[in-house]
């Protein structure tokens, strides 16, 4: 399935991938889906220069757009923002959004990545993104879009 998107540099330093929906999309969309809500990806780090990202679904947002933030150390790098009619979750009363993050020990120097690693390259609204996989250059360099999975 192609998503289509745009772009948008926000005056922060921020990147938004919002989705354009079409009349496909409406065709194929499922409310079963849990990232069928989602409206954007906010980038607050420019992920070109990050090999991967680890994700997680938080299931206690208390909003559709607001800053999600990690209070144990890792690293905010983006979090996805809900469409106006994303509904809340039955038992939690809260949304269920995405969050990207980068724990300390995660470095650019690593020859592997986590198994729960996302090339962020390739996530989407809607999208969860692929496993990146990093193979070592002749001369011991990783090439950073092509990690392996640490398994």
């Known amino acids: 399935m192609t998503i289509k998107t745009r772009t948008v540099k926000r005056q922060n330093g921020c990147t938004e991938v919002v989705r354009v929906l079409s009349a496909k999309d409406l065709t194929e969309w499922s409310d079963q889906d849990p990232l ?3 409206k954007s990806i906010l980038w607050l780090k420019n ?3 990050v090999c991967f990202v ?3 679904e938080v299931r206690c947002a208390r909003s559709r ?3 999600l933030n990690i209070s144990t150390g890792e690293r905010v790098i983006g979090y996805a923002k809900l469409r ?3 509904p809340r979750d039955r038992q939690t009363d809260c949304y269920t959004r995405r969050l990207f993050y980068l724990k300390p020990s995660d470095t650019d120097e690593q020859s592997s990545v986590p198994k729960d690693a996302v090339d962020p390259r390739t996530i989407l609204p809607g999208v969860r993104g692929e496993t990146p996989i990093m193979t070592v250059g002749p001369l011991g360099h990783t090439a950073p879009d092509t990690l392996q999975p640490d398994i």
């Open 84 to 86: 106006s009619d994303a």
């Open 47 to 49: 992920i070109d220069a």
């Open 36 to 38: 069928a809500y989602e």
């Open 54 to 56: 680890r994700t997680v």
């Open 65 to 67: 757009r607001g800053a």
